[in-house]
């Protein structure tokens, strides 16, 4: 997760010279920016380059990057009124996207597969009412609960135009699917039962007959981890808050997994970054189904050489191996 981004320096080059939303706008540099991290990491599949807020744009949300903050929204949601100015978009309001992700089948060639995403529900509409990050989502929390069909409009349509999008990428050629509800860590169970279940399950109804292999994954979401079961995927991605056998026992046998070394790992000495990825690995026990992969997005500054030590150890460690 977060394959590209500023710890490569090759991508801090771009960056001097084209703004985030330059780089997923035009197709030809979200290529170069999706290929960089497999010139210099050996990686089985390649992730999409773009943003979890694109679809923002055509729905009429103002979408703007701040340096050094982050996403900001300039007309955030707070009224039904507010809920009701927006609209469902055509896919090909997002055809750049889609551009890339064909450039990108013919570049790679089957070398890997090619992994696409988007945004559940509550992420996307956590953005939208905040108007960017937030670390307690009171406004969020606060419209939920103060205004209750307003915030299922607003995530309906979520749904709705994110199930759109994601079968958009399918046609054009994306092989898996990831659908990140990054902040749904902030909910407990009932609140995520009554206000965001039916929701994220909407979507992956509406892709069961794409044929690919779907991803669900929150962070700090282990008490709600079987509602995101509930809710729909293929795998469920774990963040290393908890063990991936516990994980697992919790998901059950019927769907993969995907996780869970902590990103900060990748800082600290060579001896106890594989130590950490050989208990994951002890953890899953060769089953299959198991996606090694971070617990969350490589993190800025993060050393290259770490990453491509850690990819090398798992291959090592898992190629040869006979599954069960």
Known sequence: MRQAGRYLPQYRALREKYSLLELCRHPELAVRVTLQPLEVI??????LFSDLLLPFTPMGLAL??????GPSIGNPIRSAADVARLTTFDSEALGHVLETI??????????????????????????AIEGGPSTEYLRTKT???????SWHRLCGLFAESMTTYLRAQ???????????????GA?????????????????????????????????????????LVEAGGHVIGVDWRQGLDEAWKTIGPSRGIQGNLDPA??????????????????????RRGHIFNLGHGVLPHTPVENVQALAEHVHARTRARPTN
């Open 187 to 227: 909910l407990g169970r009932a609140d995520y039962r009554e206000f965001v279940l039916p929701h994220t399950r909407r979507i992956f109804d509406g892709l069961a007959d794409t044929g690919v292999p779907l991803i669900h994954f929150g962070v700090g979401a282990t008490a709600i981890l079987p509602d």
């Open 265 to 286: 790992r990748l800082f600290g000495p060579r001896d106890r970054l594989l130590a950490a990825a050989d208990d994951i690995l002890h953890r899953a026990g060769g």
């Open 102 to 127: 064909r450039l990108l089948r013919r570049e790679l060639d089957g070398r890997v597969p090619l992994i696409g995403f988007g945004g559940a529900p509550f992420t996307l509409a956590a953005y």
């Open 170 to 184: 399918v046609t054009a050629g994306a092989q898996a699917l990831q659908i990140f509800d990054s902040w749904a």
């Open 42 to 47: 050996d990686l089985d599949a390649a992730i």
């Open 143 to 149: 419209f939920m609960y103060e205004q209750p069909a």
């Open 64 to 69: 703007d990057f701040v340096k050094g903050e």
